[in-house]
């Protein structure tokens, strides 16, 4: 494993050269979304200037060239989350849609009296279409909560039963910083006859990840929160899961045979790739697949470990800052977020912004988890792979900063 030079791999990240009301921008937003490389912008721009052209149905020269690359990072996909087969990967505008097009196949399988469990941390991609799923079908949407700041495992143990049909969890929680050990809680829902499905929004971008280890049925990522474009994503499914599945779009690209009154669908991953996709995204995806590769998701998660583990203890020692997920560095991924007494999130955010640092302030798609904890909104700071200490740093002396400005105005 090779020790990440944050301040190097900076240079690669054109967006984050610049100047934000006379300061050095410090970019500590990855959790909403990460900034792109050049290689990937490059990639992005070399498909539309010498390869523009649809995939799978021209023989012309710029067809197939757009055709092997489109299946190319389709390939570099399935390997950076060790699927068995292509046929696995599906392309999806990001992971809200992977999660909306399980919960379709869900409605198609719930019956009244059945349970899908979740926990109080999800994000809204991943509750409201199960609420969604649950409303039609007169299934039960059941919970799991919190204890030390993370899932309460003896809560999932004890919520799962012979009536749960699927159990949908978020990896990494985009508030807490909490990472969940989806394995040992697949195991749990298999021996139950449930399905298991894990949000990788949070995940796959920080931390190596395979998912015929984790053993789930489904698994979702966005390309925007791992240096990829917007607009791309993948839904990962079992293959013989997959096959029972119902494409939720029709029309052209998936169809194998039409006539006048029927159709039928092609092989995997195609049925369910319906229309032109986001051919460049996707490309563009595949070299942040392989830029992340090349420094090595290990090296990732022990650099992100390692910025934790330096910032927790500053924060912590703020006076009237309140920090929510859990305190051990080991137990969280790059996700801290927090409240200062007496002052409102986005006053704190936009404080900051004065500063050069970029936070998120709000509820994070997540009220239900900022109800559960009593608060109404957040800041939060979340760490990727140009972050260094220096950074962190900034963010303390900021915070430091907000507080004594306000606290001298009030």
């Given at each position: 494993m090779v020790k990440l030079d944050a301040e190097k791999l900076k240079k690669d990240f054109p967006i984050l050269d610049q100047v934000i009301n006379d300061e050095p921008l410090v970019y500590l937003d990855n959790a909403a979304t990460t900034q792109k490389p050049k290689q990937v912008l490059e990639a992005l721009a070399a498909y539309y200037q010498t390869d523009n052209a649809n995939v799978h149905r021209g023989v012309h020269t710029l067809a197939e060239r757009a055709t092997r690359d489109y299946e190319a990072s389709r390939e570099k996909a399935r390997r950076f989350i060790n699927a068995?087969?292509?046929?696995?990967?599906?392309?999806?505008?990001?992971t809200t849609t992977g999660l909306n097009w399980v919960a379709a196949f869900a409605k198609e399988i719930l019956k009244p009296g059945d349970e899908v469990l979740i926990s109080v941390m999800e994000h809204h991609s991943n509750?409201?279409?199960?609420?969604?799923?649950?409303?039609?079908?007169?299934?039960?949407?059941?919970?799991?909560?919190?204890?030390?700041?993370?899932?309460?495992?003896?809560?999932?143990?004890?919520k799962l039963s012979p009536k749960t049909r699927f159990v949908s969890l978020a990896h990494v929680s985009n508030v807490l910083g909490a990472i969940n050990p989806v394995k040992e809680i697949a195991e749990w829902a298999h021996a139950k006859g449930a399905y298991m499905v894990v949000d990788g929004a949070q995940s796959a971008p920080h931390m190596p990840i395979d998912v015929q280890d984790l053993d789930c049925d489904f698994f979702t990522l966005s390309g925007h929160k791992m240096l990829g474009p917007t607009g791309i994503g993948l839904l990962y499914g079992k293959e013989d899961v997959l096959n029972q599945m119902t494409p939720l779009e029709f029309g052209g690209e998936m169809i194998?045979?039409?006539s006048e009154q029927e159709a039928s669908w092609k092989d995997l991953p195609w049925k369910f790739e319906a229309g032109t996709p986001n051919i460049a995204g996707a490309i563009a995806l595949g070299a942040a697949f392989d830029y992340l590769d090349a420094l090595g998701m290990e090296s990732i998660h022990a650099h992100e470990q390692e910025l934790v583990a330096y910032l927790l203890p500053k924060l912590q020692d703020i006076e009237g800052l309140t920090l929510?997920?859990?305190?051990?560095p080991h137990r969280?991924?790059?996700?801290?977020?927090?409240?200062?007494?007496?002052?409102?999130?986005?006053?704190?955010?936009?404080?900051?912004?004065?500063?050069?640092?970029?936070v998120r302030a709000g509820h994070h798609c997540a009220q239900p988890l900022l109800g559960h904890l009593g608060i109404s909104s957040a800041a939060r700071a979340s760490l990727y792979v140009y972050n260094t200490k220096a950074d962190c740093d900034k963010l303390v002396e900021a915070l430091l900063k907000t507080k004594e400005f306000f606290n001298g105005t009030l």
């Open positions: 068995k087969s292509t046929k696995e990967i599906l392309f999806t505008r990001g509750l409201i279409p199960w609420q969604e799923a649950c409303r039609q079908t007169g299934a039960k949407l059941v919970y799991a909560y919190l204890k030390d700041g993370q899932l309460d495992l003896d809560d999932v143990r004890s194998d045979f039409v929510y997920g859990p305190l051990d969280r991924a790059g996700v801290l977020s927090f409240n200062l007494e007496g002052l409102h999130p986005h006053d704190v955010a936009t404080a900051l912004d004065y500063e050069g640092v970029a």
